[in-house]
């Protein structure tokens, strides 16, 4: 079991900026496991939004591509996920992921690809 939970979500007005955390706990090395963020919608499907392995190719959907940042602290074991230049369409629940190994990168957005999975944290962005 590899415990993670997510932090800084928040309401925000469009074009503004939030920072999401998600905390590794237990006694792990956070550098073995490829990591990801995903999101859902209400009455949508949990898609993938940034991802990387230990390769460090990071891989985002087109969507947020040029707006959201993932990167992480492996002396914190956390991973975050930097959002700019939000917009309603964002709004979702935003999950971090993780799974031991190595994902393809056409697979690291694939929600069937991970096994851990945080609570989620809410993210609301008005028009």
């Known amino acids: 079991q590899v415990p993670l939970q997510e932090s800084g979500g928040g309401s925000v007005e469009s074009g503004g900026s939030l920072s999401l955390s998600c905390v590794f706990s237990g006694d792990i090395n956070t550098r073995d496991y490829c990591k990801g963020w995903f999101r859902q919608a209400p009455g949508k499907e949990r898609g993938g939004v940034a991802s990387?392995?230990?390769?460090?190719?990071?891989e985002y959907a087109n969507s947020v591509v040029g707006r959201f940042t993932i990167s992480r602290d492996n002396a914190k074991n956390t991973l975050y996920l930097q959002m700019d230049r939000l917009r309603p369409e964002d709004t979702a629940t935003y999950y971090c992921?993780?799974?031991?190994?190595?994902?393809?990168?056409?697979?690291?957005?694939?929600?069937?690809?991970?096994?851990?999975w945080g609570q989620g944290t809410q993210v609301t962005v008005s028009s």
């Open positions: 992921a993780a799974q031991p190994g190595v994902i393809m990168s056409w697979l690291r957005l694939r929600r069937d690809s991970y096994t851990y």
């Open positions: 990387f392995c230990r390769d460090d190719n990071m």
